[in-house]
C-alpha cells in the first residue's frame, strides 16, 4: 500500500460529518436528566409537603423520613445512571471516530483488508490500492457506519430508559409501600 491510513481518512470525513451531532446529543443527554431528576423531585416535595399537612399522626415523620431517603436514594441512582449513559453514548462516539481495533471503520473494512493482504506478485500494491478503493466506493462502508452506529445509539437510548422506568417505579413503589 502506499502507507496511507485508510481508516484515518474515512473516520476523518465521517467525523467532520458528525461532530457537531455528537455534542448535541451530550448535552441533550445532559439536560434530559436535569429535567427528570427536577420534574421527580418536585412531585415528591410535594408528597412530602401534602404529608406534613395531613392530620399528624404516629407514623407521619416516618412518612416523611421516608420519602425524603428515597428522594436522596433517586438523586444518587441518577447521578450514577447518567454517567452510565454518558459512557456508553462515549464508547460509541469514540466506536465511530476513532481507527483502533473495536471501531465500526475497522470492522466494516476487515474484510477488504485480508482480501488485499491476499495479493501477490507483480502489480501487487495498485491491485491492493484497487481493493481497498472499490470497497469504499460501493457505497455501503458509510450506509453500514451509520446503520451500526444508530442501532448502538438506540440501544443505549432503550437502555436508559428501561433503566430509569424501573428505577422511578422501584422508588414510587416503596413510598407508595410506606402508606
Known sequence: MDGSN???KVLWKMRSEIEYQWDLIEEATENLFAELERAVSEHLKKLEEYIQNV???????LLVDLVKYNHDM?????????????????????????ATRFSYI?????????????QY??????RQVAIIQNHLKTGDVFL????????????????????????????????????
Open 6 to 8: 485508510w481508516n484515518t
Open 74 to 98: 433517586l438523586q444518587y441512582a441518577l447521578a450514577q445512571e447518567f454517567r452510565r449513559t454518558r459512557t456508553e453514548l462515549r464508547i460509541i462516539h469514540l466506536k465511530s471516530c476513532k
Open 144 to 179: 453500514n457506519l451509520g446503520n451500526r452506529l444508530s442501532k448502538d445509539a438506540h440501544q443505549a437510548v432503550e437502555n436508559v430508559c428501561t433503566s430509569l422506568e424501573r428505577l422511578v417505579e422501584d422508588m414510587f413503589g416503596k413510598v407508595e409501600r410506606g402508606f
Open 55 to 61: 392530620q399528624a399522626s404516629p407514623d407521619h415523620a
Open 106 to 118: 475497522v470492522d466494516e473494512m476487515t474484510s477488504a483488508y485480508r482480501e488485499a493482504s491476499c
Open 121 to 126: 506478485g507483480a502489480g501487487k500494491h495498485d
